[in-house]
């Protein structure tokens, strides 16, 4: 079975500075997706960044990017130029990429607490 | 374009009795998933359903059921209330038939069984 581990329960930047986010998964599959969600306060949860397995490079949505180790195993996600908005609960999750029923089912890591201080 | 909504938003019942969370998708989206939130065992897979049918079942007890209307509107149910069923309850849904289908959450249905 899959799993996804998050070994940081809080984290905390300050307002503009660099934050990286750790994630580490567990897999035999090949065909996978990757993400990162985030939960605010008002807890609806939003999908900040995605990463196919089979792409090499790295995915980048604005101030957000992942470092993505696949032989590590490794889901990392950057927060550049932190702005006070970014504080939520942070969520790395996997996916199977095979067909049937498992599309709609992602493996969520425990969460990590973001906190930015102005 | 309106956003996947939930109601409930919040509700207390007692132990043994059910409750029934609703969950409207994005308009044409016919994937809905649910998701139970703990401070435990945090984001646990329920079921997903498409197209009415239940295409995939996570790790809970026959208590916990759910379906899909032809509109994609959907409904989970959990009988004979436990404390531990008390939960934030997310649902998602998700448009694309392929593989890199975006999950859309709502805000949750917080459930306290008391």
């Known amino acids: 079975a899959q799993t996804v581990t998050q070994s940081q329960p809080e984290m905390s930047v300050q307002e503009a500075e660099t934050v990286t986010l750790s994630c580490t998964y567990d897999?035999?599959?090949?065909?996978?997706?990757l993400f990162w969600y985030k939960q605010p306060p008002s807890r609806q949860m939003i999908l900040v960044i995605r990463?196919?397995?089979?792409?090499?490079q790295n995915a980048t949505e604005n101030r957000f990017s992942v470092n993505f180790q696949k032989a590590a195993k490794s889901f990392s996600l950057k927060i550049s130029d932190s702005q006070l908005g970014d504080a939520a609960m942070y969520f790395c999750?996997?996916?199977?990429?095979?067909?049937?029923?498992?599309?709609?089912?992602?493996?969520f890591g425990k969460g990590t607490k973001l906190s930015v201080k102005p | 374009k309106a956003g996947v909504t939930q109601t409930p938003r919040y509700l207390i019942k007692t132990r043994g009795q059910q409750v029934t969370l609703s969950c409207s998708p994005i308009?044409?989206?016919?994937?809905v998933s649910w998701y139970q939130q703990t401070p435990g065992q945090g984001l646990q897979f329920l079921f997903e359903?498409?197209?009415?049918?239940?295409?995939n079942k996570g790790n809970f007890p026959g208590r916990f059921s759910g379906r899909q209307f032809s509109n994609s509107r959907s409904e989970m149910n959990v009988s004979t209330l436990e404390l531990g069923d008390s939960a934030l309850y997310l649902c998602?849904?998700?448009?694309?038939?392929?593989?890199?289908?975006?999950?859309?959450f709502g805000e949750g249905s917080r459930l306290t069984v008391l």
């Open positions: 998602a849904s998700r448009g694309l038939v392929g593989n890199t289908g975006e999950l859309f």
């Open positions: 897999t035999s599959e090949s065909d996978y997706y």
């Open positions: 990463q196919e397995a089979y792409k090499q």
């Open positions: 999750a996997y996916r199977s990429g095979g067909g049937g029923g498992s599309q709609g089912n992602l493996i």
């Open positions: 308009s044409g989206h016919r994937s």
């Open positions: 359903y498409f197209s009415e049918t239940q295409r």
